[in-house]
């Protein structure tokens, strides 16, 4: 029988949306994490090829005494799957199964699965319970917290989707155990993106503990996810559409979106486009006033401490600039980017053309 540490649990406060996010160790085989969780004759736990031979038994295990019938589908696995193809094989499924409007289903795996499992949540009879359980650090601090889901377009990343809240977020801590080292970097990026935006005591915790993070010290992991958690929580919280304060979450995404559509979906992991993506926004806030120079060198160190690119794809500046256009946050074709306005705070601005390709000259590799 497996130790169980005492979980910790940061709280999401959406009124009638409300829910837990549990972290810690061995969660998936601690009954105490499932209780006052929906039951209902059917459940799906959607994964994918990588993760279900690691956990998928595991969770189906916890889940006999709440479901009678606990099926599992297995999607390919990456960033070009996160499409209408792969996520008409949940509804093939739900459908196949004879799944009714009670069935819940569990999101095992990273950010794809989560995004794309919560989406057919949202759309199967016009809504059904779901639960998160990220496999991926990344997953674990950011993409499974706070109802974002999406599926990509080949136009443009995470550009259909829907904001459905998660019934609980099952944060694992073991599973951090078997994740590749990219996929720990690229975990990494979305913690570190806390600092700059919102607290920069985390920021010179996570500069003092890297070491420790990346040999996956797990007390380090799990205060990495709790603080990134609680932020996340708070701004989420005041914010749950995005109508102003959760776009601080995005920094660095609109220059990590344009290199991951630019280049492909998969090329560059989600990760690491962000982490070169917030180098870049480092620049433009310097550039914009609101940084200086020695915060984008600390931020670029961490970034590449991390195991991060810093420095573009050489996609061409006309390049870059016709893809941020096809950002969410962007208005009447107007580029906006979060940018920090004083180190531990962000806003969204918009930047002249010529500052932003000063900004891809400085930072991005030349084709
Ligand atoms: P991912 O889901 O592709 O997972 C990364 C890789 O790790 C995959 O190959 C996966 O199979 C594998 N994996 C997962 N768990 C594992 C484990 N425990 N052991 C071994 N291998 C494991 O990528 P990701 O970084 O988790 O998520 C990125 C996605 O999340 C992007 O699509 C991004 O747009 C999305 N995202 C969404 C939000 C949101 O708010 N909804 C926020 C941030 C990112
Ligand atoms: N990852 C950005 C958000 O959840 O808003």
């Not at 497996?2 to 009954?31: C, F, M, N």
């Not at 199967?124 to 993409?143: C, E, I, K």
């Not at 994740?179 to 607290?199: M, Q, T």
């Not at 002249?352 to 930072?363: E, I, N």
Request: net charge negative.
């Amino acid at each position: 029988m497996p130790v169980t540490a005492p979980h910790e649990r940061v709280e999401i406060d959406l009124g009638d949306r409300s829910y837990s996010i549990l972290i810690g160790s061995d969660l998936l085989q601690d009954p105490q994490s499932l209780q006052a969780l929906p039951r209902a004759a059917q459940a799906l736990i959607v994964t994918n090829t990588t993760v279900a031979p690691l956990y998928a038994q595991t969770l189906r295990d916890a889940l006999a005494g709440l479901h009678e019938q606990v099926h599992v589908l297995e999607l390919p696995d990456g960033e070009a799957y996160k499409d209408w193809q792969t996520l008409n094989l949940i509804f093939d499924a739900l459908l196949g199964y004879g799944c009714d409007r009670k069935t819940v289903l569990y999101a095992l795996g990273g950010g794809v699965v989560g995004d794309m499992t919560g989406f057919a949540a949202a759309s199967y009879m016009r809504g059904v319970p779901f639960v998160q359980v990220p496999t991926t650090l990344l997953a674990q601090v950011d993409s499974s917290v706070g109802g974002k889901t999406a599926i990509n377009h080949p136009l443009g990343k995470n550009m259909i989707g829907a904001f459905y809240q998660p019934q609980r977020v099952l944060c694992d801590l073991a599973t951090l155990r078997s994740l590749p080292p990219r996929e720990l970097s690229a975990g990494l990026a979305e913690v570190i993106k806390y600092g700059p935006i919102y607290d920069m005591a985390f920021l010179d915790w996570i500069e003092d503990n890297l070491p420790a993070l990346t040999a996956r010290d797990p007390a380090a992991l799990a205060h990495a996810v709790r603080r990134s958690c609680e932020i996340k929580a708070v701004v989420v919280g005041q914010d749950e559409r995005e109508s102003g304060l959760r776009a601080i979450l995005n920094f660095g995404h609109t220059f990590g979106h344009a290199i991951e559509s630019g280049l492909g979906y998969g090329e560059w992991l989600h990760g690491e486009a962000v982490g070169c993506g917030m180098v870049m926004a480092a620049h433009l806030s310097q550039r914009l006033g609101g940084v200086d120079a020695a915060f984008v060198q600390r931020l670029t160190r961490l970034v590449e401490a991390a195991g991060l690119p810093v420095r573009g794809p050489a996609l061409g500046a006309e390049r870059y600039l016709e893809l941020m256009r096809v950002d969410k946050k962007s208005e009447a074709g107007e580029i906006r980017f979060v940018v920090l306005d004083k180190p531990g705070s962000a806003v969204v601005r918009s930047a002249p053309d010529a500052m932003v390709r000063d900004v891809l000259a400085a930072c991005c590799e030349q084709g």
